[in-house]
């Protein structure tokens, strides 16, 4: 059975950072392409980074280049999103991912799997 489980959400203040994890098991995590995605209340589900299998190829969403880095480690089969200067616009509900196809497109139905989420808030 596939898990993705992330963490490392919370409440910051703007201006602050955090560093999400997603922990992946029952899958050859090496295999797969990762990506971070959000949601904010009353917003549809969007990118906001992805990385291939590799690590070698990355893709930020135009919001949020600058400020976050996603990157993995094959070895402990886990995916992190480091985020600094937020802002109360990157308030949403964080999605963990994964496909087994190669082209980490932006349509959630290239995905395979997700993880349940984890919230972060900013406060102005």
């Known amino acids: 059975q596939v898990q993705l489980v992330e963490s490392g959400g919370g409440l910051v203040q703007a201006g602050g950072s955090l560093r999400l994890s997603c922990v992946a098991s029952?899958?050859?995590?090496?295999?797969?392409?990762m990506g971070w995605f959000r949601q904010a209340p009353g917003k549809e589900r969007e990118s906001v980074a992805r990385?291939?299998?590799?690590?070698?190829?990355?893709y930020y969403a135009d919001s949020v280049k600058g400020r976050f880095t996603i990157s993995r480690d094959n070895v402990k089969n886990t995916l992190y999103l480091q985020m600094n200067s937020l802002t109360p616009e990157d308030t949403a509900v964080y999605y963990c991912?994964?496909?087994?196809?190669?082209?980490?497109?932006?349509?959630?139905?290239?995905?395979?799997?997700w993880g349940q989420g984890t919230q972060v808030t900013v406060s102005s």
């Open positions: 029952g899958l050859t995590f090496s295999r797969y392409g």
């Open positions: 990385i291939s299998w590799s690590g070698g190829t990355t």
């Open positions: 991912t994964a496909t087994s196809r190669g082209g980490l497109g932006l349509s959630l139905n290239e995905y395979d799997y």
